[in-house]
């Protein structure tokens, strides 16, 4: 599936309940088989083959494509009524002669009284062990099916359901390439660590697809919790080995020619093919972001889950490469995801407006009063909104609750950066300030169920560093790295113009901050 296709849309689990990736966990075949393996099996083939495809030459699954696939019905419902589904499909009435090879072929599968029991799956007497295939090995067209442990398949399945919950057709795609590349890793040894250089590109190319559709380009890494080390350092990795497929965000997309091992894959099915119009982090909704934080954190999920297998398939030697790939790419996507969520909380709580009303407002008072500002009204007016669209928006009440906490760290880097900016300011103007803040806290007590203090105690500290002295602020912004480097300039340059500090002492303290 080409990515730039994708609509973020969350696939119906009817959809994706059979999908697995038994090459990528460890729990599958080959793509290529055992020569030995190919032996024993096609002299199988004239009692296994035939019967399916009824004396046709043709492939193993011409059938089914006519037919519909065997295993869904069994996968909701019972051994009677898998049986049953057969015959209302038309397997039985196809005319007499594929039906009396079909019954011979059942009856010549191993019994134990009236049960057979098959890898942890009950047959009954009249069932077809064919049937209950895992999957049509490629090479011999042959029904077989994967070992697994003695826990049920049924348990099996719940767990396979609920790890598949999240796949978007992008990320099914990708998984799709990787475990084939895995298969191929299990056969071809000496050069098995190309193959997983090729997962690696694969997984680059998504992170940094997910990154350009959801998140800000233009954050700073000094930025409170923004865009943190681990994050940046993952994107940079990514545009130098997969440099021939991303461009930076200014040069759109390339569909230049690939030259590595992975591009007949990759390149071909994966990566846009022109400059996509739609790749714009304001351009998707509420339940869009969701899906691909959540669709992001699947892939990685299983790329945990398939560590170990991928380390034991690679030579000892390229063992630092496994572990290179899992800490600066895998680990980095929960830092994504934060970035994702904190991009949505932005864009749909609309204060951005607020930091002209803080700074323009009159702090520059004699007395203070019992009234508030009119701001603090406005902002709680906006919260209640922003709440309400995540009520509505479709998604978890788990995601709710992360994107209400964003959306309180946004109303407090407002308010810093507004009083950030503000020219002149009284001790009365500053107790001003702190009055509004906690009519503020008082106020968003009504909106969410944690504790609001925690979040905009950040205000609080802005608010009373007003009263330092002039020897103290180089320490306090040392130890307040939470603060950009702008508004502690603005917050020094407002308390040596209302103290009256000399212009050499307001000099030497900035070239010290700076």
């Not at 209950?132 to 011999?140: C, G, V």
Request: with cysteine; charged share 25%; glycine share 6%.
């Amino acid at each position: 599936m080409v990515m730039e296709k994708e609509n973020w849309q969350i696939m119906p689990l009817d959809t994706i309940q059979v999908v697995s990736f038994p090459g990528l966990v460890g729990d599958g075949a080959a793509l290529i088989v055992s020569s030995d393996r190919s032996t024993s099996s096609r002299s199988h083939d004239s009692r296994s083959v035939r019967p399916v495809v009824s004396g046709s030459k043709r492939g193993g699954f011409f059938y089914w494509q006519e037919h519909g696939n065997p295993f869904s019905s069994k996968l909701n419902g019972s051994s009677e009524e898998y049986s049953d589904s057969l015959h209302s499909n038309g397997l039985t009435s196809q005319g007499s002669g594929n039906t009396d090879k079909i019954g011979r072929h059942a009856k010549s599968s191993p019994k134990s009284g009236d049960v057979n029991h098959v890898n942890g799956t009950t047959l009954s007497e009249d069932e077809n062990e064919d049937l209950h295939a895992d999957f049509i090995d490629e090479d011999s067209q042959l029904p077989s099916r994967i070992s697994k442990p003695s826990h049920s398949r049924h348990n099996s399945l719940r767990t396979n359901d609920e790890d598949m919950t999240a796949q978007t057709g992008s990320s099914l795609s990708i998984l799709r390439l990787m475990d084939k590349y895995a298969r191929l890793m299990q056969k071809l040894e000496i050069v098995n660590v190309e193959f997983f250089k090729g997962i690696c590109q694969l997984f680059e190319i998504f992170f940094h697809f997910v990154f350009e559709s959801f998140c800000e380009h233009n954050v700073q890494p000094s930025g409170k919790g923004l865009n943190p080390y681990k994050l940046k350092n993952a994107l940079s990795r990514i545009s130098q080995d997969c440099d021939q497929w991303i461009k930076p965000q200014s040069t759109s997309f390339s569909s230049s020619s690939p030259t590595s091992l992975s591009a007949s894959f990759s390149h071909m099915d994966v990566t846009p093919t022109s400059p996509p119009s739609h790749l714009n982090h304001t351009s998707f909704g509420l339940k869009e972001r969701c899906a691909g934080a959540d669709t992001i954190s699947l892939v990685a999920k299983l790329l945990h889950r398939s560590k170990a297998h991928l380390q034991s398939m690679l030579l000892q030697k390229n063992g630092a490469v496994v572990e290179d790939f899992y800490a600066h790419l895998v680990d980095a996507v929960p830092e994504l995801t934060k970035q994702i969520h904190r991009t949505t909380a932005k864009q749909l709580l609309h204060i951005n407006g607020y930091v002209d009303r803080v700074a323009n407002a009159k702090w520059e008072v004699k007395e203070l009063g019992l009234e508030h500002n009119g701001y603090v009204d406005l902002l709680l007016g906006e919260f209640k909104h922003y709440k309400t669209r995540l009520a509505h928006g479709g998604i978890s009440k788990e995601v709710q609750d992360l994107l209400l906490e964003y959306g309180l760290e946004n109303v407090a880097e407002t308010l810093i950066e507004g009083l950030s900016r503000v020219k002149r300011c009284t001790d009365e103007g500053r107790a001003l300030m702190s009055l509004d803040l906690q009519v503020l806290i008082n106020g968003l007590k009504h909106f969410v169920s944690f504790d609001v203090r925690p979040k905009l105690q950040i205000v609080e500290t802005f608010i009373k560093a007003y009263y330092l002295p002039e020897t103290e602020y180089v320490h306090w912004s040392r130890v307040h790295p939470e603060y950009s480097k702008s508004q502690i300039v603005g917050l020094v340059n407002l308390v040596a113009t209302m103290k009256g500090w000399k212009r050499k002492t307001r000099l030497e303290v900035l070239e010290k901050i700076e």
